[in-house]
C-alpha cells in the first residue's frame, strides 16, 4: 500500500469520525461554522499547483487554522476539535466536488494531509489552552493565546513536512533527510505565510466577530495572487527551455527524444543524492540544454552520438553550449554544468571541487542514454558495464554507484 492511500485512508476516516460526533453532539456557533467552511471550500476551488509536483490552497489552509484556534468574546462556546476536523473535511470536499466536475486538476491526498495537519494543530492549541483563556484584551490572556497559536501552527507544519517528506522518499527515491529538509524550506516560505494569514483570521474573528473575515481576506487574496504569478512563471520558465532543446531534435542533430530520456535520468539520480530543489532544475534544465552546443559545430554527431567524438570535440561542442545559454542571462548557473558536463572526472572533478556534481551527473546520464537509448540495442547490464570500465577516469564513482541504484530500482526510459 502506498504512502497516498494511507493518507487518503487516514484522512477520510479521521473526518467521517469527527462528523459523526459532531453530528451527534450538535454543531455550536454554526456562523462561524459556515464562515470558515466557505472560506475553506472557497479556497479549494481557487487552488493551484505552484510546481510540479504539489498544488497549493493557501486560502484554505489559513481558514481552516483560523477556525481551530477561536477563542474569545465573540464566540460563546468556541468549536472542539471535533467539529473544527469536520468542518475542514466537509468544506474541503465542498471545494474539491466542482473541480472534479469541471475536469480541473485536483489532489485528493494534498487535501488529506490538510485535514490531518490541521487536526494536529487543533488537538495541540486545545491541549494547551485553557478554557477560559480568550482575547479580553488582558495581556495575560492575550501572550498565552498567542504562544498556543504558535504552538499550533507549528505543529501543523512540522506534521505535514514529515508526511510530505515521507511521499517524496517513496514517490522520487529521495533520501528521507533531503526530502525532510525541501518540505521544511517550503513551509519556512509557503507555509509562514498560510500560518500568519490563519493567526491573524483566529484573533480578528475571536474579537471582531464575522466582521474580521472580509478584513483579513484582502491579505490572503494577495498571497494567494502572488502564488499563482509564480508558479505561471515557472511554467513558462520551463517550456521556453524545453522549446530550446527541442531545436536540436528539429535540426536531426539528436534523436527524438534523446533530450528528456537524458534528463529524467538526470533527474532521477540527483534525487537519488538528495540535491536542494534548485539544484535539480539547474540539473534538469542543464541536461535538456547539454546537446545545444551541436548546432554550432561544422561536423556535428549525426543522431546526437557524442560518445564517437573526441575528448577535444566534446569539450568543444560543451563549451559552445555553454556560451549559447549564457546570453540568455538567466541561466548562469545551468551554462556552468554544461561547460564541465564532457570533462573526465580524473582531469576534472577529482582535482577541482568547484566544478559542479550536476556536470558528473549530466555526463553519465549522456552516456548511458546513447548506450541504451531507442536504436541503440544495448542491455542496460551491458551498459552499465562499459560504463563500469570508466570509474574514477571518465565518470564520477559517485555519480556511478547513484546510476546502479537507479537502474536497479528498475528506471527506464
Known amino acids: 500500500m502506498g504512502s497516498g492511500v494511507v493518507i487518503v485512508v487516514a484522512g477520510g476516516c479521521l473526518g467521517l469520525a469527527a462528523l459523526?460526533?459532531?453530528?451527534?453532539?450538535?454543531?455550536?456557533?454554526?456562523?462561524?461554522?459556515?464562515?470558515?467552511?466557505?472560506?475553506?471550500?472557497?479556497?479549494?476551488?481557487?487552488?493551484?499547483?505552484?510546481?510540479?509536483?504539489?498544488?497549493?490552497?493557501?486560502?484554505?489552509?489559513?481558514?481552516?487554522?483560523?477556525?481551530?484556534?477561536?477563542?474569545?468574546?465573540?464566540?460563546?462556546?468556541?468549536?472542539?476539535?471535533?467539529?473544527?476536523?469536520?468542518?475542514?473535511?466537509?468544506?474541503?470536499?465542498?471545494?474539491?466536488?466542482?473541480?472534479?466536475?469541471?475536469?480541473?486538476?485536483?489532489?485528493?491526498?494534498?487535501?488529506?494531509r490538510r485535514v490531518i495537519s490541521v487536526a494536529c494543530a487543533a488537538t495541540v492549541f486545545a491541549a494547551v489552552t485553557p478554557s477560559n483563556l480568550s482575547w479580553n484584551g488582558s495581556w495575560r490572556h492575550a501572550l498565552p493565546l498567542a504562544l498556543a497559536m504558535l504552538l499550533g501552527v507549528s505543529t501543523a507544519a512540522a506534521v505535514d513536512a514529515l508526511v510530505g517528506a515521507g511521499?517524496?522518499?517513496?514517490?522520487?527515491?529521495?533520501?528521507?533527510?533531503?526530502?525532510?529538509?525541501?518540505?521544511?524550506?517550503?513551509?519556512?516560505?509557503?507555509?509562514?505565510?498560510?500560518?500568519?494569514?490563519?493567526?491573524l483570521l483566529a484573533a480578528g474573528t475571536s474579537v471582531l466577530g464575522l466582521w474580521a473575515p472580509p478584513l483579513v481576506i484582502v491579505p490572503l487574496l494577495l498571497t494567494q495572487f502572488a502564488f499563482r504569478r509564480y508558479a505561471s512563471a515557472q511554467r513558462t520558465y520551463r517550456t521556453t527551455v524545453r522549446s530550446m532543446a527541442r531545436s536540436t531534435e528539429i535540426a536531426g542533430l539528436s534523436s527524438p527524444g534523446q533530450n528528456a530520456r537524458t534528463a529524467s535520468l538526470a533527474v532521477a539520480m540527483g534525487n537519488d543524492l538528495g540535491l536542494t530543489p534548485a539544484r535539480m532544475e539547474a540539473l534538469e534544465y542543464a541536461a535538456l540544454l547539454s546537446g545545444v552546443g551541436q548546432l554550432a559545430l561544422a561536423d556535428p554527431s549525426p543522431g546526437g552520438a557524442s560518445l564517437l567524438r573526441t575528448r577535444e570535440e566534446r569539450q568543444r561542442a560543451a563549451e559552445i553550449g555553454a556560451s549559447v545559454i549564457e546570453r540568455s542571462g538567466v541561466l548562469d548557473r545551468v551554462a556552468e554544468i554544461v561547460r564541465h558536463s564532457n570533462d573526465s572526472y580524473r582531469q576534472g572533478r577529482a582535482s577541482n571541487p568547484d566544478i559542479p556534481l550536476e556536470s558528473g551527473i549530466v555526463n553519465v546520464a549522456l552516456a548511458y542514454e546513447q548506450l541504451v537509448g531507442e536504436g541503440t540495442g544495448q542491455s542496460p547490464d551491458k551498459a552499465m558495464e562499459s560504463i563500469g570500465l570508466g570509474i574514477g577516469a571518465e565518470y564520477d564513482p559517485v555519480v556511478v554507484e547513484s546510476l546502479r541504484r537507479v537502474v536497479g530500482r528498475g528506471f527506464r526510459f
Open 20 to 112: 459523526l460526533l459532531t453530528v451527534g453532539r450538535g454543531l455550536s456557533e454554526w456562523p462561524f461554522a459556515v464562515t470558515f467552511g466557505a472560506l475553506v471550500a472557497i479556497g479549494e476551488m481557487v487552488q493551484f499547483r505552484v510546481d510540479r509536483s504539489r498544488n497549493r490552497a493557501p486560502i484554505a489552509t489559513s481558514a481552516a487554522l483560523g477556525y481551530a484556534m477561536l477563542r474569545g468574546p465573540s464566540l460563546t462556546v468556541p468549536p472542539d476539535v471535533a467539529q473544527v476536523i469536520a468542518v475542514t473535511a466537509v468544506a474541503t470536499l465542498a471545494g474539491i466536488l466542482p473541480r472534479a466536475v469541471a475536469g480541473l486538476p485536483w489532489d485528493v491526498v494534498v487535501c488529506c
Open 167 to 199: 511521499q517524496a522518499t517513496e514517490r522520487l527515491n529521495r533520501p528521507f533527510p533531503a526530502s525532510l529538509r525541501d518540505e521544511l524550506v517550503v513551509v519556512a516560505r509557503i507555509g509562514m505565510a498560510m500560518a500568519i494569514g490563519g493567526v
